[in-house]
């Protein structure tokens, strides 16, 4: 599904009469007056039907799984943050806050290194030896090696996922080659920025071949990071395996900063990182919402 300016282009279960398979839609007033939102991804009941001209009327929604609000999608599995190796280079500060702000979603994060052809393999396999300390399973992805397409067919087939990271490091190029028949507009990186100019302008959800559903978001070059120092330790999987292993400070509200009665192992490579963005948020917390 998509929304298209006042409209909703609503793909169905099943093909209609005359093997309909999308309609173009309004949304009944009663949705609005009940403060229901029509987002991407959303499971929708339709009534008002005319077959022949392509059109109906979304009436109800269905209770959500899960819901995101940038970009505004409802009903996903998986979160993708694709960067690249190269062009631009990969900068482990700004992949830390897209995987970060990945995890609030509360759905699976996939870490995928793009353009792995234009460095050296062990290069590629260092930074993903790198992430798996960090607590995940990434995937290099290069136009050299097709088969590397095909492993991540396989984790998203019979999901909805969706594609962020920062522009230009081929999130267009990659939805191409998932989904051959879209031919999405891609742009070349800034030489002196080393940033790529966002190319996708607005949400949808598109059929993978080996199914499952993908959609693109609207590039931008940093992640908004809703920082909250209680939540913020449980979005590195690196405090959260810990915690899930049993380990338990002396205060509940432990701020893992080597305070007294803290029992968290501290040698984990973006520790560093996690104090920095730690002392950021209590400051934050501090001064208290802005005036």
């Not at 909250?228 to 999987?237: G, S």
Request: glycine share 10%; hydrophobic share 40%.
């Amino acid at each position: 599904m998509a929304l298209e300016a006042n409209y909703l282009r609503v793909r169905l279960l099943e093909p209609g009469p005359t093997g309909e398979r999308q309609l173009l839609c309004t949304r009944r007033a009663r949705l609005a007056h009940g403060g229901q939102q029509v987002m991407v991804g959303d499971w929708v009941g339709l009534e008002g039907c005319d077959w022949r001209d392509g059109r109906a009327a979304v009436a109800s929604l269905e209770p959500r799984s899960t819901q995101l609000l940038r970009p505004a999608l409802a009903n996903v599995d998986q979160v993708l943050v694709v960067v690249a190796l190269a062009q631009p280079s990969l900068d482990e500060e700004l992949l830390s806050r897209f995987l970060l702000s990945a995890e609030t979603t509360g759905v699976e994060v996939i870490p995928v290194l793009s353009k792995a052809d234009l460095i050296g393999p062990a290069e590629a396999s260092h930074w993903q030896q790198r992430l798996r300390g960090w607590g995940y399973q990434a995937l290099c992805i290069s136009r050299e090696a097709p088969s590397s397409l095909e492993v991540l067919q396989q984790r998203l087939a019979g999901g909805v996922a969706v594609l962020c990271g920062p522009s230009g490091v081929g999130k267009s190029s990659l939805l191409n080659a998932l989904v051959p028949s879209l031919d999405l507009r891609t742009a070349a990186v800034s030489g002196k920025l080393q940033r790529g100019r966002h190319t996708t302008r607005h949400v949808e959800l598109h059929d993978l071949p080996g199914g499952g559903l993908l959609a693109d978001s609207p590039g931008f070059n940093r992640p908004e990071f809703p920082i909250d120092a209680q939540q913020l330790p449980l979005l590195f999987p690196e405090i959260r395996r810990q915690l899930e292993a049993g380990v338990r400070c002396r205060f509940r509200d432990c701020r893992h900063l080597q305070e007294p009665g803290c029992s968290l192992d501290r040698s984990w490579e973006r520790y560093g990182i996690y104090c920095a963005l730690m002392e950021q948020a209590s400051e934050l917390s501090r001064r208290g919402p802005a005036g």
